[in-house]
């Protein structure tokens, strides 16, 4: 026999047990959410780099919308969004206001969205091997080790993250 107290405690919980099974996809729904939210990319390339193309896809693959604009030489565009030439790569990006320089990578691009530091934007100088971009079957699995720098209008930078290579 059932009793109403009895009744209480078998909804509260089934309750429980429906809020344990749905919590997971609750938070699985609100995480693809939220990377569907980043911002979108614009790239200034060159139209024959197959590193900015691979570049490009490594930030897709993370969720960014990205456009690009193909141009003979992205010094000139480095240039005009305040990038200081010695941090220079093949391909300069915009992204919700930050410069974006060489080869960096989505997360480290999320980390800079969501900690919104004041800042220039972040820059990989030169072209590492191993680096989102740089890392196709041709460089046969060498990382060369490498920062990514994150940099102020007047130049002055820090190191916003570091890996180390193999």
């Known amino acids: 026999m059932t009793t109403p107290n ?10 429980a047990l429906a809020l344990a099974t749905t919590a997971p996809l609750a938070l699985a729904v609100t995480r693809a959410h939220a990377r569907r939210a980043l911002p979108d990319i614009h790239v200034y390339k060159s139209p024959t780099c197959g590193c900015c193309n691979d570049w490009i896809k490594h930030l ?5 919308k990205v456009s690009f604009t193909n141009v003979p030489d992205s010094r000139f565009y480095r240039a005009k969004l305040g990038m200081p030439a010695k941090f220079g790569s093949c391909h300069t990006a915009l992204v919700d206001g930050y410069v974006i320089e060489g080869h960096v990578p989505a997360n ?8 919104r530091p004041e800042a220039l934007g972040l820059a990989v100088p030169a072209m590492p091997v191993g680096s989102p971009g740089m890392d196709g079957p041709e460089y046969k699995g060498v990382v ?6 994150l940099v102020q209008g007047d130049g002055r930078f820090r190191v ?5 290579g193999k």
């Open 6 to 15: 009895t009744n209480r405690v078998r909804r509260r919980l089934l309750g």
């Open 60 to 64: 897709q693959a993370a969720g960014f």
């Open 108 to 115: 480290d691009i999320e980390k800079l969205l969501r900690s």
């Open 144 to 149: 060369d080790p490498y920062d990514v720098l």
């Open 160 to 164: 916003f993250a570091s890996y180390t």
